[in-house]
């Protein structure tokens, strides 16, 4: 507890965290999910839908999903606090919980330097997403429905302080552990993991490496890999295989649910699984994992 800090507020959070999110272990994370593939994603086990991408503030995209399903949460990866205004987020967020109550999970985000001319410096997309959480507060945007796609430590710890947790982006178990330690066991914990369904490694690092191509140069992703252990020359465009391999999962669907059972046993409360697949083979990629992952078809 900081010295600023007084034990109503500290029991405040901790109330919060006791109601945290329940998505289940294992969500899709993905973009351009239709209504129907919601509704087969729920009937395999999984928790979730997280879709990708930086989304318009009024976000009518949710309520078609969530109205092909009937327990499927749909959670944001993520809305930019630069091009959304949180007014108009808030608005978003109070239609779809009224007419679908707790099933809508609002993750927010500052995005990347090298993408956004407003974020001039790290301290100051620190200021400018703690000012955003401010005005979700004044809202009414609960906290636990809202996480932080975060990365490094003063990002983690704001995530946990201000809202649900963390939704880690192209990370590891590695990461998972550090995070986890970091925000304290009480915060929410949703680290993206990508996966090809190939058992050939050649293949399986073409995919992965096509899907990673537009990361390299971003200097947030660059960061988290250097503090993970990785050379400049490992993340450098194309990427080593040991970069690689440790952000996409691939092999059978029992050695990738085994890779992907790591970040819940570094700490983990829910892992959304990034398949990377085109969008009509999404679905039957998701139900080869599902046996392995351990989900019960409804």
Known sequence: MTDSETDSDANARASVKA???NLGRFGSFGRGVTPQQAKEIESLGYGAVWVGGSPPAELAWVEPLLEATTTLQVATG???IWS???KAVAESFHRIDKAYPGRFLLG????HPEATNEYRNPQNALVALAAYLDELDDLQVPANRRVVAALGPRVLG???QRSAGAHPYLTTPEHTAQARELVGPAAFLAPEHKVVLTTDPNQARAVGRKALDMYFNLTNYRNNWKRLGFSDDEITRPGSDRLVDAVVAYGTADAIA???RQHLEAGADHVPV???TTGDNLVSALAELAGPLGLTPS
Request: hydrophobic share 55%.
């Open 19 to 21: 109601s945290k999110p």
């Open 78 to 80: 993520i809305v930019n």
């Open 158 to 160: 704001l995530s946990a």
């Open 108 to 111: 927010i985000g500052v995005g």
């Open 258 to 260: 085994a890779r992907l």
């Open 274 to 276: 990034q398949v990377l």
């Open 84 to 86: 959304a205004p949180a």
